[in-house]
């Protein structure tokens, strides 16, 4: 019994979390995001408003399926892993990427998410936020991957930490206009896709700007 517990306990977590994302894309379709409220979300998926706060920070998380934490020691490692040999560029997009996963690739609500981003595009500013609030985590993620990188070698602790956070900034902004791309003119394009382009954009801006 103590085996299948955790199992339970995440399934249940995951059909809580689709009920709630569903209820606020389904809502926010039909109503309009600024008519999707907190209280009809939850009134929708049958939860508590403190449930809700258990998965989601806002509404706007719940109709893009932005995660609720920060992901964990184990996903960081098998990005790194199944990465491996990957410069910090590829690697820091490939983790922000993780984050945002498997939600926004949902085949359920993905045309539906899709169709309201078009309509509010300025939705995807919570894709900077979930980055923004991420980013202690995601630059310690790519750390030791700078360190490996020549570049880096001789900085200093305080240029080092600045380099990783410029990287990071560089790089999650590639992630969002590759996203946002990809939303708001109804690119089919499988997220593997988005993710090689996001890394492209940021190659292609480096290379530009020297």
Not at 15 to 23: C, F, G, H, Q, V
Not at 37 to 52: G, H, K, M, N
Not at 149 to 163: H, I, M, V, W, Y
Not at 166 to 180: I, M
Request: hydrophobic content about 40%; proline content about 4%; glycine content about 4%.
């Amino acid at each position: 019994m103590q085996t299948s517990e955790p199992g339970l306990r995440e399934r249940k977590r995951a059909e809580t979390r689709d009920k709630l994302e569903t209820a606020a894309v389904t809502l926010a379709l039909r109503d309009g995001v600024e008519h999707a409220t907190l209280d009809a979300i939850c009134e929708a998926a049958d939860v508590s408003t403190r449930t809700f706060f258990n998965y989601f920070d806002s509404k706007e998380d719940a109709i893009l399926g932005l995660k609720d934490s920060a992901i964990s020691d184990e996903e960081v490692s098998s990005v790194l892993e199944e990465h491996a040999g990957a410069d910090p560029v590829e690697l820091a997009v490939r983790l922000m990427f993780q984050v945002l996963n498997p939600s926004i690739t949902s085949s359920k609500l993905l045309k539906s998410r899709m169709k309201i981003v078009k309509q509010h595009p300025e939705l995807l500013g919570r894709l900077a936020s979930q980055f923004q609030r991420m980013g202690e985590q995601l630059t310690a993620a790519i750390r030791p991957v700078l360190n490996s990188a020549p570049g880096f070698r001789d900085d200093t602790p305080e240029d080092f930490q600045l380099s990783a956070e410029v990287v990071l900034a560089l790089c999650s902004g590639a992630a969002r206009a590759a996203v946002k791309e990809w939303a708001t003119t109804g690119n089919k394009a499988p997220i593997e896709a988005v993710e090689e382009r996001a890394i492209a954009l940021v190659r292609k801006t480096v290379e530009r700007l020297k």
